[in-house]
């Protein structure tokens, strides 16, 4: 009911920018909290932030804010995560996610996406 799509992910040097997209889309897609997970070669995925559907409440991992930052565009059918600042060790496949419910930020997500690869070289 609900396709998720990322882009934007490529190689990168140590210290630069990059700004992934989440383009949502489907018959229930709205009202649709959307969180960014990442998932490092041999490591667990791991939350890195979330937006609410009115992208007035954000969360983010303790180790990322400042550095990372979730947003909705005006149409809200797509969540975008500035990245700046990156490092070797935030090479990894990233994910976004939806969650239907209305608690925020959501305790488990119900729609995933194929994921974008990010490599950073130092």
């Known amino acids: 009911q609900v396709r998720l799509v990322e882009s934007g992910g490529g190689p990168v040097q140590a210290g630069d920018s990059l700004r992934l997209a989440c383009a949502t889309s489907g018959p229930t897609s709205s009202g649709l909290t959307v969180g960014w997970f990442r998932q490092a070669p041999g490591q667990e995925r791991e939350f890195v932030a979330a937006v609410s559907w009115s992208g007035l409440s954000t969360d983010y991992a303790d180790s990322l804010k400042g550095r990372f930052a979730i947003s909705r565009g005006n149409a809200k059918n797509t969540v975008y995560l500035r990245m700046n600042s990156l490092k070797p060790e935030d090479t990894a496949v990233y994910y976004c996610?939806?969650?239907?419910?209305?608690?925020?930020?959501?305790?488990?997500?119900?729609?995933w996406g194929q994921g974008t690869q990010v490599t950073v070289s130092s």
């Open positions: 996610a939806a969650a239907s419910g209305a608690h925020f930020p959501p305790s488990e997500y119900d729609y």
